[in-house]
């Protein structure tokens, strides 16, 4: 089990690593925060969802912290209720972030491909 969740997420870093490059070139219209960003991924065999959380540090680099659970509800507690967000953010972010796990919540439920908006 510990390897496949080893596996998983070597998976989930390199498909990341791979859509930031089609981010970049989407559209112009794509507004990424300056501060930190959320990518959520669902697994449908074990029915969890992962949150992870890219930040910038002072000297511009890219760190992340990963968030696994899974219910929306259960994630949402250990992120906004025991505070676990490294860096605050807005209302709208939050709301954001609520929105999109219920929605992978959901796709795993009906057993459905969760695409993050």
């Given at each position: 089990m510990?390897?496949?969740?080893?596996?998983l997420?070597?998976w989930?870093?390199?498909?990341?690593?791979?859509?930031?490059?089609?981010?970049?070139?989407?559209?112009e219209?794509?507004n990424?925060?300056?501060?930190?960003?959320?990518?959520?991924?669902?697994?449908?065999?074990?029915?969890?969802i992962?949150?992870?959380?890219?930040?910038?540090n002072v000297?511009?680099?890219?760190?992340?912290?990963l968030?696994?659970?899974?219910t929306a509800?259960?994630?949402?507690?250990?992120?906004?209720?025991?505070?676990?967000?490294?860096?605050?953010?807005?209302?709208?972010?939050?709301?954001?972030l609520g929105?999109?796990?219920?929605?992978?919540?959901?796709t795993?439920?009906?057993?459905?491909?969760?695409?993050q908006?």
């Amino acid at each position: 089990m510990y390897q496949s969740t080893n596996n998983l997420l070597l998976w989930h870093q390199k498909r990341y690593l791979t859509c930031i490059d089609k981010f970049e070139h989407f559209s112009e219209n794509l507004n990424l925060d300056k501060v930190t960003y959320f990518i959520i991924t669902t697994n449908k065999t074990d029915k969890y969802i992962f949150v992870e959380q890219f930040c910038y540090n002072v000297d511009g680099y890219i760190y992340s912290i990963l968030f696994k659970g899974q219910t929306a509800q259960h994630l949402c507690y250990i992120i906004f209720q025991l505070n676990q967000l490294n860096i605050a953010i807005s209302t709208t972010h939050a709301l954001y972030l609520g929105r999109e796990l219920m929605k992978s919540e959901l796709t795993l439920v009906l057993d459905q491909q969760y695409i993050q908006d």
